[in-house]
């Protein structure tokens, strides 16, 4: 689906809700039965009885909101999977099931933050369920937070970079290249294409970064971004539910087009709705430096 930026009317368009994903483990297949049966309605459920397929789900899969995991499996407990993932990914909320008295593990992982919680077996699932909920929660915060650090931190060394091209450029076509590689590190796109427009129609200026596709004169994304002088976004759902996304960002300077920046990401899930509005207000501050540079040529 194609937009463009901040249209009030379609926000949840953009991005669409998806259930948190959930991976449990536990070497007993009824154990795993129940716990699917439990959470399959409110969560994307992965399962394994064993802390290594467990990893490797974690290597396919990416990311999970929370992880249920049984304390005592034959190749590896809990806890020594659980800390397995903690630096790749440290926002997770991990929770321990056990039948047994295994205090020294348990307060030792609680305590270096490897375990949000424990759980005796057998447990009620209603409790798991609002213990489950409350980590989910906590898993949102935490990336929100991290969510805004990131785009804050990018945003600035972008601006940065902006302001420095301004000052020292003395022409156009110097400027092109690195505005492109900072948009393309800064907010970690697939490719990046930034390609210079003159009354309505693209120049042969451009500079392209990572795997980008040539020429925009091409993609009806960025001609569209001309016509309407406006930004304009795709999240397209593949059959495999990945989300792929690409920006036709519209260089704008009083409603002349001075260009257009093509960003594109393959991955799910790349950027949201508030890395696309921190893009734009770099986008609106290359624009005057660009005009700038211009007067000064």
């Keep these: 689906m194609t937009?463009?930026?901040?249209?009030?009317?379609?926000?949840?368009?953009?991005?669409p809700v998806k259930k948190p994903k959930l991976l449990v483990v536990d070497d007993e297949q009824d154990n795993l039965d129940l716990l699917y049966r439990t959470f399959r309605r409110d969560f994307t459920i992965f399962r394994a009885d064993s802390g290594f397929k467990a990893l490797e789900i974690l290597a396919n899969e990416g990311e999970m909101a929370a992880i249920i995991s049984d304390q005592r499996m034959p190749e590896m407990k809990g806890t020594e999977f659980l800390s397995r993932t903690v630096s790749d990914f440290p926002d997770?909320?991990?929770i321990v099931l056990t039948g047994y008295?295994?205090?020294?593990?348990?307060?030792e992982a609680i305590n270096s933050g490897q375990v949000h919680k424990y759980i005796t077996k057998p447990w009620e699932p209603e409790q798991l369920k609002s213990i489950i909920s409350e980590a989910t929660q906590s898993y949102d915060l935490l990336k929100q937070r991290s969510e805004e650090l990131r785009r804050s931190q990018a945003q600035n060394h972008l601006l940065a970079v902006i302001v420095e091209i301004a000052q020292r450029s003395n022409q156009l076509a110097d400027s092109v290249l690195p505005l492109a590689n900072a948009f393309w590190q800064n907010f970690e796109a697939d490719a990046v294409v930034f390609q210079l427009v003159e009354n309505n129609l693209f120049t042969d200026i451009q500079a392209i970064c990572g795997n980008g596709v040539g020429n925009l004169s091409d993609d009806p994304q960025s001609l569209q971004a001309i016509?309407?002088?406006?930004s304009q976004i795709n999240f397209d759902v593949g059959q495999d539910q990945s989300l792929r996304t690409s920006l036709a960002i519209a260089i704008v300077f009083r409603e002349k087009v001075l260009g257009v920046l093509s960003m594109r990401w393959q991955r799910?899930?790349?950027?949201s709705l508030k890395d696309v509005a921190a893009i734009q207000q770099c986008a609106d501050e290359v624009a005057i430096a660009l005009t700038c540079i211009v007067c000064v040529a």
Excluded: C, G, Q, Y
Excluded at 3 to 15: W, Y
Excluded at 268 to 271: E, F, H, L, Y
């Design 101 to 107: 008295t295994d205090i020294a593990d348990l307060i």
């Design 92 to 94: 997770t909320m991990r």
């Design 268 to 271: 799910a899930n790349a950027v």
């Design 227 to 230: 016509a309407l002088a406006k």
């Design 3 to 15: 937009f463009s930026l901040f249209s009030a009317a379609e926000p949840s368009k953009a991005s």
